[in-house]
């Protein structure tokens, strides 16, 4: 039987720490690397990423866009970085943030979330905002190939709280996505495989996370302003399952490999001590 998202999640956090490293090659980061704004530079942008995080870190997120960008060449740089990424241990959370139609969403469940595909991921982002159950098929997918998603709960981007803390009935738009996920982790054992995203930036927590049994993608750790004193704030002492990803913060170190992964192993090494592990 496959082994359930959340559980090959669990083991190698407690591997290899807390911390999701996100893989966005900017056209400014480029610049910075001295790499072309091309399909080329794109490439050794990313590879050099692979190579200096896969091996280390637990969780590497490309971010879709800046691969996208590049047209059908970027796209065949992603799907390198997700296979060679994982094969040297990493677990791939690809950043896309679909959201469609049911039929829709099949179609992104096959792309993504099913063996065989050539981008197929360890998880992916959801967006929840045609309604939770559109996301089905794409939650059923990931079920059944032991693959995981995380649904855009409290993002990190100043514009969200319109929408995300607006009212529905007595709960917030929020708190009805934190409620649907955690209907579908209950009882899933270590933890379910439906986490969600809540960003370091957002103040307070204003849901209430206690019922959801699954992880927790912090965004807007690093360059957005988010800090670790931020995400205790929020999240209070037990950071168990919460997973502060950075990006920017993290790749300002490059080009050098053996910088890229030092930042990376510092800023890794600052949260496992403040999640009091180790
Ligand atoms: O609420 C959200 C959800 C996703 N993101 C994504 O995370 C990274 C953040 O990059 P930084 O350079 O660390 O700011 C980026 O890919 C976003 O699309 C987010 O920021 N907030």
């Excluded at 911390?19 to 690397?33: A, K, M, S, T, Y």
Aim: proline share 5%; with cysteine; net charge negative.
């Amino acid at each position: 039987m496959t082994e359930s998202f959340g559980a090959r999640l669990t083991a190698l956090v407690s591997r290899r720490g807390q911390l999701c490293v996100g893989i966005d090659p900017h056209p400014g980061l480029l610049e910075q690397w001295g790499l072309a704004d091309t399909p080329d530079g794109l490439e050794r942008f990313a590879m050099t990423c692979v190579e200096a995080l896969a091996g280390e870190i637990a969780v590497l997120k490309p971010q879709s866009a800046f691969f996208e960008r590049h047209g059908s060449k970027g796209i065949a740089v992603l799907e390198r970085v997700i296979a060679e990424s994982q094969q040297a241990g990493a677990l791939v959370l690809l950043d896309v943030k679909r959201g469609d139609v049911g039929s829709t969403m099949t179609a992104y469940a096959a792309a993504y979330l099913t063996d065989g595909s050539p981008l197929a991921a360890d998880a992916v982002t959801l967006s929840p905002y045609l309604g939770f159950g559109s996301l089905e098929p794409a939650l059923q997918a990931a079920e059944k190939s032991g693959r995981g998603v995380f649904v855009l709960a409290l993002t990190s981007n100043p514009e969200a709280p319109e929408v995300q803390r607006a009212l529905n009935g007595p709960r917030s738009i929020a708190q009805t996505v934190v409620d649907a996920a955690a209907e579908r982790n209950a009882g899933v054992r270590p933890i379910g495989g439906i986490g969600l995203v809540v960003g370091a930036t957002i103040g307070s927590l204003g849901v209430d996370l206690g019922a959801l049994n699954g992880p927790l993608l912090v965004p807007g750790f690093g360059a957005q302003g988010g800090t670790l004193s931020d995400i205790r704030t929020i999240f209070g002492n037990s950071l168990r399952n919460v997973l502060p990803t950075s990006s920017r913060g993290v790749l300002k170190a490059g080009p050098d490999v053996f910088a890229l992964r030092s930042e990376a192993l510092r800023t890794r090494d600052a949260i496992v001590s403040a999640a009091g592990h180790h």
